[in-house]
């Protein structure tokens, strides 16, 4: 112990700090230097750089076509039939007429859109199991999907949860008049829709030889109309938990006011380039009724480009954001000159 | 075995559930009674009673100051934590979370952060204790020596195994273990040096004795005989007193005072060998029991944090409320016709709108937890600690000389430093040097001014700077130590006893005692050698001669003409009347054999025996003088002064009361002059004087040049060297120490050449003044001296010295005797011991005959006025609190530029109530009253008026000025003076004054001071600082800081001050800000989801953005931003007001970042919404731009906000939003079904290949952060012409 502390001592014959720069606080710093010229020249060159992007994106914004039909009103008569739940096997059809104006060039999308059904009320957007959407077999008593889960005889619902049960389950077909009497349908495309990590990683059927047997000993939801290994029995990579329409369903949406993408056009025949401007029909099967929460139905077509779809204000946010800052810009320069002429400004 | 007093039985075997009965109502007595302690051998008792298990109930000397044990850790931490109210809240939220009604996160998740929290602060308790375990364990490991039964000697053992009881030895340089009772010295007089430099700080070495009986043990102290029973206090922590009985097997007892004591921490110096037995022991000893730790402080920037944390929790409730009112009116819309997506309960039944809102107020608290920062609290530690770190780090407030460092006691109150308004400052050893030099003097009314003297000294002052200027160029030590080897031998010592503090202790002990360590006490040369005036010293030789003369003729000595006689006196007053001991380095003394014992009287038939012209009674004694020992009954007896020839002829003398003869004379000193030359006399005049006050060692030093030296103190006798006459040695007969009530100290000895009992004082003036001899017939030349002494006094204190008054009194034989007798029994009771001793002090110093008085100068430290100037202009107010003499302090604040000589100056000394107030309004007239001197006339209150007022005031005036009715008229007028000056004032008066000012006018105060007399001062001011100086530990110990000298005030207010306020300011607002703007996006997303509570921000994102995303950046600003570089704060000074404005954080601000941050919310919320809108964006891939946006902005606002950027800013922000980029990604991959109800798979892979995603997250901070950068040139703009405009400012009056 003795060597110990006489060492010590040596090592420490002082109590002198060292004079690093850390320790003294003298590190190299760059203090940002706010001479006229430099906050002014940042000013102009944001300024400019958001007015020229935001003029860009206008200009594309406004490239995209689209055309926004409000069905829930024309197809008055089924959504009366639909408010009444009694009624919930009564099929009731509804064809709405439009005409393109001009052509839709390039991908065209089919969205069907709702107002005031709010997917993103907290209670409502826990209401899932995401294990039983990948095809494990959970206890889904115990998920979130309470009170949905299993019927009061005992059957599991599959899919539980409220906002499969809630699925949007209207169908629309377009057809397209190549004169007044001859319509065919559209070649619109049921799969591709949905983002391609929920398609072949996040849902996934349950495993059995096929798909019927896989949802053996459960029920669809009550809302369904048919379970889920039907809901697309044309298609076996589109059925059940993998069926496009219910994955983008389940991807609940932002806002009350949403749309989703429901079919896109295949290019094939006269429809190659896009949509040719002309009449056009939607047929409509009307099962998802809206009046009860004062919603409404539209269907949309729309094209799109790199920035998105038709929405402007982006381009509207980067243009009116350029220009304030340019002009805040010159207010600046305006101050600075003027309190460079009072030379007498720091000598109060 | 000891025990305390009541166990004192010893206890047969019981039962032991009797015993446990017994131990309960053990337990319910101590409450009541013990006060005493009971300690016995743990030797004795033999046998079967040695077999049983020891179960002391005192504590052994095992030292454990760690909190926790391995089990203990976990629920003793956590309920510590548990008392700080914001963990007790996110805890409750946490939990709430479990609740499934109500939950709004994987209540797992929730627990996350408050867990994260805890463990930081628990690992750092843990850290914290750990290193408390490592330096116990070291010190419990330290070896002593203690007696072993069964070896029959002494051996060694830890510190730790010691226990009460123990016989321990101790030998020279080592640390006391434990507080023990001295039994046995080494020292021929039974005393022991120690030093309490571990203690109190104080260099000087202290006496100790051995307990009475014991010394007159004639064989070498045997434990194994010790059969005594000691009766002592309780434990407590008072350093000053110890007092006790100790019983013998014979029934008698004999009274124990702290004189007996060796407390824990000190160390033995200049004995071999000493042993005692162990009192107490461990975390009883007094060292242990005074040492409380860090002191905890609530700054006053937390102070106003909190009330806006309060104002968070207040919005929190409003935006629950408006939520859960949203939500209920929402639910309530639907009617009866539920809709699809509002959910029904668990049991499949609808909640009604009233329930539902209710269950959502509480779902909406847990979303918006983050509005109260979770993690503020943490943060604000960290970077406090940080701040501690960097001020304990900087090099300009290191003390080359003293190789002291600043020292932070207080870890949360840095800044505090910032806001200071008032400074109150101590004076002597806080603006002075405490290193007092002699500086003239003033004998039976003829002044000596010893020019030579102060031209000596203006060469050591210049000598000085030029010494500050090579060593700023080279820079070492080694030229400040070659001045002398003296010094440099004294550090040499020093550093080697500081090795061996390191190793006491606590840590605390051994941190304060290497501060010290390195104090050269009060012996530079410039106080030492000292250049006698040559009138005086003419006179002095020419004293000495006569004397010699007259001693050799067998004159009497009254012959002495008075002058003379009284320039005798005056310099023997100066040698002997003070408490200084004469050491030579590092030599114990030697073991001599004692011809002759004296001590101070101790007992009435001491005096007797002693005093009493009784052949019978010399006689008697003579026959046992053979013999050192004398009867048991009366110990330390001088009996052997009766023995030598001296001493017959002494009673013979006392009998006649004639002067001695020649030859007797001759041969009483002949024959101590041998004794002494065995003794403790080293050659060359290497003599070191150990005072207890500079004034002493400067006035030895003095007397000294006049070559009438010191040269050895013992208890009971001083030993004088003087010219012609050798060595006189004086029977010390008592010793009345200094206090402060008093302001004196006394002597009592016998003259060896009159052989007259003498009384020295030495004093203020106005107190020795007060206590002079009333004037007798031949007065009229007394008078006159008096007059003159009294003239030279006020020119000394003009001149800004500190004067002692020195006087003398001789009383009779009667006088004395019956003066003794109260004085003895005074000493001998127990009980009020101190209020009788000093009763009886006052008794004997009256009728005083003034010698002289000397003038001592107190030089200011260093750089003492420039610190001053520059606090001043930083728009501090600086108070003088001095109990010195009106006149010294107004001198002191001349030379310290506290006061101006173009200053108009009101004094205040008023001698009544009335008077005072009377004057008090005569202030408001331009007329002088009687009490008011030097007034001035007043103008109204303009600035121009107040920077041309002080105001001095006497303590007298001031108890009446602290009165509860003229307090405010005191402080009105006070505020409008430039500079206050208190003198005279107590320690009491000290504090009162600061509490006034802290209370009444509702500012920051800061006190300073370096002695006991600052402690009330420094504990009750907002910040107090302590400046560890000679004058001991107490004001660093109850100080929040500790700084070496006065001028490291300057750059730690002005530069650290300044950059931590300013820091954490900005970092307080700018949590406020971030959390704000974090929530209130929430908030906006209420509007569009039914107010249901969701959040578009997945959950993870949301518990972690403040403990991992953004925390770290503010950490590094608030830590390593400058605002201002150092130079510029120390250049204008002015810029200090802004912390005292509270610029950086006043209320409004916290509204205004609230706005801002409410504004930027709105632009990263709808810039990303409007963009989405109408678009099949899901919740999570909407809600992960804005949390990056939010990133991006809060960032880049920290950005605009830092001023400087090291690399440690440009590393932790790119580390933050990287940081965010990897977590986000690889989270999003982790799972494809955990994290309900975001399940976030894929949905950052996805995002960043769009570029809507980069479009919307440049434009939205560029938007948010657009006002705030707009303003912030104008802020610089701001800043840039404040620093010039003080500049100029400063410039200006420094041109004027």
């Not at chain 1, 993998?242 to 290019?267: C, E, G, K, Q």
């Not at chain 2, 075995?1 to 015993?19: I, N, R, S, Y």
Request: charged share 20%; net charge neutral; proline share 5%.
């Amino acid at each position: 112990m003795k060597n110990k502390n006489s060492q010590g001592a040596q090592e420490s014959p002082s109590r002198c700090p060292d004079n690093s720069a850390f320790k003294q606080q003298k590190l190299p710093a760059w203090k940002p230097k706010l001479t006229a010229p430099t906050v002014l020249s940042s000013f102009f060159t944001i300024g400019v750089f958001c007015l020229l992007v935001g003029i860009c994106l206008i200009l594309y914004a406004r490239s995209v076509k689209e055309i926004q039909i409000n069905y829930s009103d024309i197809c008055l008569n089924c959504s009366k039939l639909r408010e009444n739940s009694s009624n919930w096997d009564k099929e009731c059809n509804c064809s709405v007429y439009f005409t393109l104006q001009e052509n839709m060039l390039g991908d065209v999308f089919m969205y069907y859109r709702l107002q005031n059904f709010y997917q993103n009320h907290r209670r409502y957007v826990l209401s899932r199991s995401d294990a039983q959407l990948l095809g494990q077999d959970v206890n889904i008593q115990n998920s979130n999907c309470a009170p949905f889960t299993i019927y009061p005889n005992g059957t599991p619902m599959a899919p539980c949860g409220a906002i499969a049960n809630s699925m949007f389950n209207d169908s629309i077909q377009l057809f397209y008049y190549l004169n007044s009497s001859t319509a065919i349908k559209v070649p619109l495309l049921k799969s591709g829709n949905s983002w391609w990590s929920d398609k072949n990683v996040k849902f996934r059927n349950p495993t059995s030889y096929n798909l019927s047997s896989a949802f053996a000993g459960t029920t669809r939801p009550p809302y369904w109309q048919k379970p889920a290994y039907l809901l697309d029995e044309e298609d076996e990579r589109n059925n059940g938990y993998i069926n496009d329409d219910f994955i983008i369903w389940m991807r609940v949406s932002a806002f009350p006011t949403f749309r989703n993408l429901y079919r896109h056009l295949r290019h094939t025949n006269q429809f190659a380039d896009g949509l040719p401007a002309g009449n056009y029909t939607f047929h409509i099967t009307y099962n998802f009724p809206v009046t009860k929460f004062k919603g409404e139905k539209q269907v949309v077509l729309s094209t799109s480009t790199w920035s998105g779809g038709s929405n402007l204000f982006l381009g509207i946010a980067y243009t009116v954001s350029g220009a304030v800052i340019v002009l805040a810009g010159f207010i600046i320069t305006a101050i600075h000159l003027k309190l460079r002429k009072k030379k007498t400004y720091f000598q109060r | 075995m000891a025990q305390d007093a009541e166990g004192g039985e010893d206890v047969p075997q019981v039962p032991k559930e009797e015993e446990k009965e017994r131990k309960n109502r053990r337990r319910r007595k101590r409450k009541k009674e013990s006060k005493t302690r009971t300690v016995r051998s743990n030797l004795l008792l033999p046998g079967p009673e040695a077999e049983k298990p020891q179960r002391s109930p005192l504590a052994n000397n095992r030292l454990k100051t760690t909190k926790y044990t391995a089990l203990s850790f976990l629920p003793k931490n956590l309920f510590e934590q548990f008392h700080r109210l914001a963990n007790v809240y996110f805890v409750f939220i946490a939990l709430l979370n479990f609740v499934p009604a109500v939950n709004a996160f994987q209540p797992e998740l929730a627990l996350a952060p408050v867990l994260f929290i805890l463990a930081v602060t628990a690992i750092k308790d843990l850290w914290e204790d750990y290193s408390r375990y490592r330096s116990d364990n070291e010190i419990n490991h330290m070896e002593c020596l203690v007696y072993c039964r069964n070896e029959k000697k002494y051996m060694n053992r830890y510190w730790k195994e010691v226990e009460v009881g123990d016989f321990v030895q101790l030998r020279c340089n080592e640390i006391i273990p434990a507080d023990i009772l001295l039994l046995s010295s080494s020292d021929p007089d039974g005393l022991c040096h120690i030093e309490t430099a571990n203690l109190d700080g104080e260099t000087n070495l202290k006496q100790r004795q051995i307990v009475r009986r014991f010394l007159e043990l004639d064989s070498e102290f045997d434990p194994l005989k010790f059969t005594s029973v000691i009766e002592c206090e309780k434990p407590n922590n008072d350093l000053s007193r110890f007092r006790g009985y100790i019983v013998h097997k014979s029934g008698k007892r004999d009274g124990l005072y702290k004189e007996n004591l060796l407390l824990r921490g000190c160390t033995v110096r200049n004995t071999e060998e000493v042993t005692g037995i162990v009192i107490y022991a461990g975390h009883e000893t007094k060292a242990l029991l005074n040492n409380s730790g860090p002191r905890y402080k609530r700054s006053k920037l937390e102070r106003q944090m909190n009330i806006d944390v309060l104002w968070c929790v207040l919005i929190l409730i409003v935006m629950c409320l408006f939520s859960a009112i949203g939500h209920g009116l929402w639910v309530w819309q639907y009617g009866e016709k539920k809709p699809v997506f509002d959910v029904p309960g668990l049991d499949g039944n609808y909640l009604s709108p009233v329930l539902a809102a209710v269950y959502l107020f509480l779902t909406m608290i847990i979303v918006f937890q983050v509005l109260i920062p979770i993690s503020l609290y943490v943060s604000i530690e960290i970077v406090k600690a940080c701040q501690v770190f960097f001020i304990h780090q900087d090099k300009d407030l290191y003390d080359e000389e003293t190789d002291s460092q600043l020292q932070c006691r207080a870890l949360n109150i840095t800044e505090d430093l910032g806001q200071m308004q008032y400074i109150f400052s101590d004076k002597t050893g806080t603006l002075t040097e405490n290193k007092m030099v002699f500086r003239r003097c003033t004998v039976s009314g003829i002044e000596y001014s010893h020019d030579a003297n102060a031209r000596r000294l203006a060469m050591y002052q210049e000598a000085d700077s030029e010494e500050e200027e090579t060593a700023a160029k080279g820079g070492t030590l080694s030229q400040r130590n070659s001045v002398s080897s003296h010094q440099s031998i004294k550090v040499v010592h020093r550093s080697l006893s500081m090795k061996s503090h390191r190793r006491t202790g606590s840590r605390a002990e051994a941190k304060r005692a290497s501060i010290l360590s390195k104090h050269t006490a009060f012996s530079s040369p410039m106080e030492k050698d000292i250049t006698p005036d040559p009138n005086l010293l003419d006179k002095v030789n020419e004293c000495a001669r006569s004397l010699e003369v007259m001693r050799s003729h067998e004159q009497p000595l009254s012959q002495l003409t008075p002058e003379l006689s009284d320039i005798f006196d005056f310099f023997i007053a100066l040698t002997i009347c003070n408490t200084v001991v004469v050491t030579s380095p590092d030599q114990p003394r030697q073991k001599v054999v004692r011809f002759e014992l004296k001590s101070p009287v101790k007992t009435i038939e001491d005096f007797i025996r002693r005093f009493t012209p009784s052949r019978l009674t010399s006689g008697s004694n003579s026959s046992s003088s053979s013999s050192l020992t004398t009867s048991k009954s009366m110990p330390r007896l001088g009996s052997s002064i009766l023995s030598s020839t001296s001493t017959e002829s002494t009673l013979l003398k006392l009998e006649e009361k004639l002067a001695h003869s020649p030859q007797m004379n001759n041969n009483g000193y002949s024959s101590q002059q041998e004794r002494r030359a065995i003794g403790s006399r080293p050659e060359g005049g290497e003599l070191r004087y150990e005072a207890e006050s500079p004034d002493e060692a400067a006035l030895v030093y003095a007397a000294r040049a006049y070559n009438c030296a010191l040269v050895g103190r013992l208890s009971d006798q001083v030993s004088v060297e003087l010219p012609h006459l050798g060595r006189l040695t004086f029977e010390l007969l008592h010793t009345l120490g200094f206090d402060s009530i008093r302001k004196r100290m006394s002597v009592v000895v016998r003259h060896p050449l009159t052989d007259e009992i003498n009384v020295y004082t030495k004093g203020a003036d106005s107190v020795i003044m007060d206590l002079l001899l009333p004037f007798d017939p031949r007065g009229n030349h007394q008078k006159k001296i008096q007059s003159k002494t009294q003239n030279y006094l006020n020119l000394y204190a003009v001149d800004g010295l500190r004067t002692l008054c020195i006087a003398k009194r001789v009383l009779s034989k009667e006088e004395y005797a019956s003066w003794l007798k109260s004085h003895l029994e005074a000493e001998s009771s127990i009980e009020n011991r101190e209020e009788l001793l000093f009763q009886s002090a006052l008794r004997i110093e009256t009728n005083l005959h003034l010698l002289g008085a000397t003038g001592i100068e107190d030089r200011l430290q260093d750089g003492v006025p420039e610190t001053i100037a520059n606090l001043r202009k930083a728009g501090l107010q600086i108070w003088i609190l001095t109990g010195d003499k009106q006149e010294t302090a107004i001198n002191i604040a001349y030379a310290c530029k506290l006061l101006d000589h173009d200053e108009e100056i009101i004094t205040l000394n008023a001698e009544s109530l009335v008077n005072r107030s009377l004057s008090d309004d005569l202030l408001l007239k331009p007329t002088a009253g009687n009490t008011t001197v030097g007034f001035c006339p007043l103008s109204p209150p303009s600035s121009s008026v107040h920077s041309s007022l002080g105001l001095v005031i006497d303590g007298k005036t001031l108890a009446y000025a602290l009165d509860k009715t003229l307090e405010d008229k005191f402080l009105s007028l006070a505020r409008r003076c430039r500079s206050v000056l208190c003198c005279r004032s107590t320690p009491l008066q000290k504090s009162m004054v600061v509490k006034l000012v802290r209370d009444k006018l509702k500012a920051m105060t800061l006190a300073i001071g370096d002695g006991a007399n600052d402690v009330s001062m420094i504990q009750v001011a907002d910040v107090g600082v302590g400046i560890s100086g000679p004058e001991g530990m107490q004001a660093v110990m109850a100080s929040d800081f500790a700084v070496p000298r006065f001028r490291h005030l300057e750059k730690l207010l002005l530069v650290h001050g300044h950059w931590c306020y300013s820091r954490l300011a900005n970092m307080v607002l700018y949590f406020f800000y971030k959390n704000a703007m974090f929530v209130a996006l929430l908030f906006w997303y209420q509007f569009y989801c039914g107010f249901s509570g969701s959040s578009m921000i997945d959950q993870w994102y949301l518990i972690f953005f403040n403990v991992l995303f953004s925390s770290l950046p503010q950490l590094v600003t608030g830590v390593l931003d400058k605002d201002i570089p150092a130079e510029v704060l120390i250049g204008v000074p002015h810029l200090y007001k802004s912390g005292q404005k509270m610029e950086e954080y006043q209320p409004h601000m916290f509204w205004m970042n609230m706005i801002d941050a409410l504004y930027q919310s709105l632009v990263c919320f709808y810039i990303p919404f409007f963009t989405y809108y109408d678009s099949e964006v899901d919740l999570f891939s909407w809600g992960t731009p804005i949390t990056t946006i939010a990133l991006f902005t809060i960032i880049l606002h920290l950005a605009i906000e830092t001023k400087t950027w090291t690399l440690f800013h440009w590393s932790s922000c790119i580390f933050s939003i990287l940081l965010f980029f990897i977590v986000a990604l690889v989270y999003n991959v982790s799972c494809p079904i955990c994290y309900p109800p975001s399940n976030p798979y894929w949905t950052m892979e996805k995002l960043m290949g769009e570029p809507v995603f980069y479009l919307i997250c440049i434009i939205s901070p560029v938007v948010a952060l657009l006002p705030r950068y707009s303003i912030f040139p104008l802020c610089v703009y701001m800043l840039v012409a404040r620093i010039l405009w003080g500049g100029m400012r400063g410039k200006a009056k420094g041109c004027a």
